[in-house]
Every structure is written in structure tokens, then in C-alpha cells.
């Protein structure tokens, strides 16, 4: 459970950054915010990473592409530009868990005074691994190394909002991190089942997209 900030429903940019292990749903969770939050959008710093790879010679590829200095810049100098020029609430789905990769991207962001929302999504590790299962890649060695111990975060980094999600739905996540964040969302899906087909959609779609 989030502890909501004392303030008032906001109408002002802001971004919403959503940490956490692999499998623990960032990206479901972001497109669900994305739906039912007026004035959002959907930031996949992760698509700055496929350029890279994509473009640059064998000879310069990297196996984790947030090594890439580029990858870092150009992801804070376009979330920046998103932050000053637009009045929408930016919604972003990363794994963050290197200090220094931190602090050059969201801290700089913070020092400008841009309101940077940062949530750290969890789970047990069994509930990762049945998330693993539902979007087929409960066999994947790499996801699966990834999420043993929740694969050490850096210790300098504070993570000072932390979301238990075990037992929480995705609707039921939205909604806490919406309120914290002082933003009104829209309602969730009344038919369950048809929620479910919408969220394993949007699962389906962030392993593609």
C-alpha cells in the first residue's frame, strides 16, 4: 500500500517511472496507466536501446545497451524535452537498478526541478516466476536468472517508493500509483474477463513492440 501524498488532483506534466525485477509487470502496468489517464503517453526507453543495436557495427555492440552512454543521454534529453515542452504525464517502464545509470538519467531530471515519480514495483519470486509463465517465458534461462534474488540492486540507489504487487491486480496497481500521484483515472473494466484478455494483450504487445 502507497502512502498518498498530501496534494491535490494535479492537471501539470509529470513522469511516472516504473522500476522493478523482470516479470514483475512494468510494462503491463504502464500501457493500463497509459489507457486510462488523460493526457499520457507511453515512453519506451528500451526502443532507444533496439536503435542502438540495430545501427551500430558488431564491433561496438554491447550485451546490456544501458552500458551506452548515447542510451542514457538521449533518453534524459528527450524525456526533458517531453517534460518542458508538453503538459503530459510521461509514463515509463525501466529496469534501473546501476547508481550511476540512475542518477544520469532521473536524478538529473529531479535536479531541474522536473517531478519525476519513481516506483519500484515487487513480488516474491514465485509470483515472478507465475508471471514468467503467463507471458511464456518461464523457460527463458536469462529471465530466469534475472529474477533469482531479484538480481542485487545497487546499494547506493534509494528506492524510496516501494509497491508490493503480489497480491494486487493490475487495475488495483494503476489505481494506487494514480493516487499517489494525485491524478484522476478513469474507471477500470467492470467485466473481469474482459479486462484480463486487455492486460494479456498489452503483455503480448510490450514483448513485440
Not at 502496468?29 to 489517464?37: D, F, G, P, V
Not at 499517489?180 to 513492440?209: E, H, T
Request: glycine residues 4%.
Amino acid at each position: 500500500m502507497i502512502k498518498a501524498r498530501e496534494s491535490k488532483e494535479r492537471v501539470t506534466q509529470m513522469i511516472i517511472w516504473l522500476n522493478g525485477p523482470v516479470g514483475v509487470g512494468k510494462n503491463v502496468i504502464a500501457y493500463e496507466l497509459n489507457r486510462r489517464l488523460n493526457g499520457s503517453i507511453l515512453y519506451r526507453p528500451d526502443n532507444i536501446g533496439a536503435l542502438l543495436k540495430k545501427q551500430l557495427p558488431a564491433e561496438l555492440l554491447l550485451d546490456n545497451f544501458q552500458d551506452y552512454p548515447e542510451w542514457r543521454q538521449w533518453n534524459y534529453q528527450l524525456l526533458r524535452k517531453i517534460s518542458l515542452q508538453t503538459k503530459q504525464t510521461v509514463i515509463v517502464p525501466m529496469r534501473l537498478a546501476n547508481a550511476n545509470y540512475f542518477d544520469e538519467i532521473i536524478g538529473k531530471l529531479q535536479a531541474e526541478q522536473i517531478d519525476v515519480r519513481h516506483y519500484t514495483l515487487t513480488a516474491s519470486p514465485e509470483v515472478l516466476k507465475k508471471r514468467l509463465q503467463k507471458r511464456g517465458d518461464l523457460h527463458n534461462q536469462f529471465m530466469l536468472s534475472k529474477i533469482q534474488g531479484h538480481e542485487a540492486d545497487d546499494p547506493e540507489i534509494e528506492f524510496p517508493t516501494i509497491l508490493d504487487t503480489s497480491e494486487l491486480t493490475v487495475p488495483e496497481i494503476a489505481e494506487q500509483i494514480a493516487k499517489d500521484c494525485a491524478l484522476r483515472i478513469k474507471p477500470a473494466m467492470k467485466n473481469k474477463y474482459a479486462q484480463g484478455a486487455v492486460n494479456f494483450g498489452d503483455m503480448i504487445r510490450s514483448k513485440w513492440n
